[in-house]
């Protein structure tokens, strides 16, 4: 006989199930810049800072699946263009009522362990089974430390050469083969479809190793692309910047899964 799937009730979670999952989060034994990290019945975290620092915070609701890695690499990737190192994260999860409670504990899993793949530490936030939420949203927070001077979207000027890494797409095309799996699988293949499918962490969105590399190279400003694409983050750099900005098309690559 299987068990029935525990269900999660309006409210804050059980103290009891929250003190389990999180152990997902990071742990002051781990490191030394936790002071006071996530625990059931704090209402913040303590951590070792920096003279500069950069702020970030991302929701994730466009979608509802591989949660964790959206939360961790889009905040991240903020502070990464800003010229930082991401450091901290704290999120805020707002859960539907009647939620199984092993779809909570898998999203804990995967933000603390991509958090951990990132080098950030994940030390706390709030947990809530509310009726305001009609899917789970997860609400993410980085505190980061400036790596050497700041590298803006107004920090744009005439004759800088723009570089994109990676390539157009990536993010919406992995999106379509996750939501629309038989319909991908028919344009794409198998072969081809497993690949998409896939880029969402090979090649990955996050930017994190981009990030390294930058701080090696004295860039005027830096930023990252989500909703809007290309075209848009060109746009929000020349807009802030003041500059303006020419564009060769076949310069801007696609992967051919994408023009499918």
């Not at 305001?132 to 993410?140: C, H, K, M």
């Not at 020419?246 to 499918?260: L, N, P």
């Given at each position: 006989m299987?068990?029935?799937?525990?269900?999660?009730?309006?409210?804050?979670?059980?103290?009891?199930?929250?003190?389990?999952?999180?152990?997902?989060?990071?742990?002051?034994?781990?490191?030394?810049?936790?002071?006071?990290?996530?625990?059931?019945?704090?209402?913040?975290?303590?951590?070792?800072?920096n003279?500069?620092?950069?702020?970030?915070?991302d929701?994730?609701?466009?979608?509802?699946?591989?949660?964790?890695?959206?939360?961790?690499?889009?905040?991240?990737?903020?502070?990464?263009?800003?010229?930082?190192i991401?450091?901290?994260?704290?999120?805020?999860?707002?859960?539907?009522?009647?939620?199984h409670?092993?779809?909570?504990?898998?999203?804990?899993?995967?933000?603390?362990?991509?958090?951990?793949?990132?080098?950030?530490?994940?030390?706390?936030?709030?947990?809530?089974?509310?009726d305001?939420?009609?899917?789970?949203?997860?609400?993410?927070q980085?505190?980061?430390?400036?790596?050497?001077r700041?590298?803006?979207?107004?920090?744009?000027?005439?004759?800088?050469?723009?570089v994109?890494?990676?390539?157009?797409?990536?993010?919406?095309?992995?999106?379509?083969?996750?939501?629309?799996?038989?319909?991908?699988?028919?344009?794409?293949?198998?072969?081809?479809?497993?690949?998409?499918?896939?880029?969402?962490?090979?090649?990955?969105?996050?930017?994190?190793?981009?990030?390294?590399?930058?701080?090696?190279?004295?860039?005027?400003?830096?930023?990252?692309?989500?909703?809007g694409?290309?075209?848009?983050?060109?746009?929000?750099?020349?807009?802030?910047?003041?500059?303006?900005a020419?564009?060769?098309?076949?310069?801007?690559?696609?992967?051919?899964?994408?023009?499918?």
């Open positions: 299987t068990e029935k799937p525990e269900i999660l009730k309006q409210g804050k979670i059980p103290q009891d199930i929250l003190q389990e999952f999180l152990a997902f989060t990071a742990k002051k034994e781990e490191t030394s810049d936790i002071i006071i990290g996530a625990e059931t019945g704090e209402d913040a975290a303590v951590v070792k800072g003279k500069r620092i950069i702020i970030s915070a929701p994730i609701t466009f979608t509802g699946e591989n949660i964790g890695i959206y939360t961790v690499a889009v905040n991240c990737n903020d502070i990464v263009a800003m010229g930082g991401p450091k901290y994260l704290t999120t805020t999860i707002l859960i539907p009522p009647d939620t409670r092993d779809k909570l504990q898998s999203v804990f899993k995967e933000i603390g362990y991509y958090a951990q793949e990132a080098g950030i530490h994940w030390i706390g936030g709030h947990t809530e089974v509310t305001a939420a009609a899917r789970l949203i997860v609400s993410g980085v505190v980061g430390f400036l790596a050497g700041p590298t803006p979207s107004s920090g744009a000027e005439p004759g800088d050469v723009i994109m890494t990676k390539w157009a797409g990536l993010e919406g095309t992995t999106i379509l083969a996750r939501e629309m799996p038989e319909t991908t699988r028919k344009i794409l293949g198998d072969k081809a479809y497993s690949e998409v499918f896939n880029w969402i962490t090979d090649p990955g969105i996050s930017i994190l190793t981009e990030g390294r590399t930058l701080r090696e190279i004295n860039i005027s400003s830096a930023h990252d692309p989500t909703e694409g290309i075209a848009t983050g060109i746009h929000e750099i020349a807009l802030r910047s003041g500059t303006g020419m564009i060769y098309k076949d310069s801007v690559f696609i992967r051919e899964e994408t023009k499918a």
